[in-house]
């Protein structure tokens, strides 16, 4: 993994997901559609929003099986899970292509008002912390294996 936010030919979508309805766990499907300035076609949290897509890497749900959680993609509600890239890392308001479409960071990590149902079994949730938050710039299909370029 790039320690700064770089990233390379390992960059990569390990899973993309989408969820009906706010308020529960992503299910991992084959592709997605991105909608510039709107974010997942088919998931609850799309809209016009500074937060149309949520991405959290496989690296840090890892640390959470290591709690002894079982936990995969989509658990943590993330519509994107990558590998290979260090997503705290990258600043507010840089870019990268994801898939087709391209990316503007908005938000790093987001703040937990009440604990989830994750907290609640393992003492610590990574997505408040190591998830990020983006817009979509330009529209496009994202699927798994998809590099991640960073563009600015």
Do not use: W
């Not at 076609?41 to 809209?47: E, F, Q, R, S, T």
């Not at 500074?50 to 509600?77: C, N, P, W, Y």
């Not at 938050?133 to 370029?149: L, M, Q, T, W």
């Amino acid at each position: 993994m790039k320690p700064s936010g770089e990233s390379g030919p390992a960059a990569r979508v390990a899973a993309v997901c989408i969820s009906e309805r706010k308020g529960e766990r992503k299910k991992p499907v084959p592709s997605v559609a991105l909608v510039a300035d709107h974010g997942v076609v088919g998931d609850a949290h799309a809209g016009d929003g500074h937060r149309q897509v949520s991405l959290l890497a496989a690296e840090s749900i890892e640390k959470m099986r290591r709690k002894g959680l079982t936990v995969s993609a989509g658990d943590f509600a993330e519509n994107v899970t990558t590998e290979g890239i260090l997503l705290p890392a990258l600043p507010v308001g840089s870019r990268f292509r994801i898939g087709e479409a391209v990316l503007e960071v908005t938000q790093i990590g987001k703040e937990c008002h009440a604990r989830c149902a994750i907290y609640h079994q393992a003492g610590d949730c990574v997505m408040p912390r190591e998830g990020i938050f983006a817009r979509v710039v330009e529209p496009g299909k994202v699927s798994p294996g998809d590099a991640i370029e960073r563009i600015s």
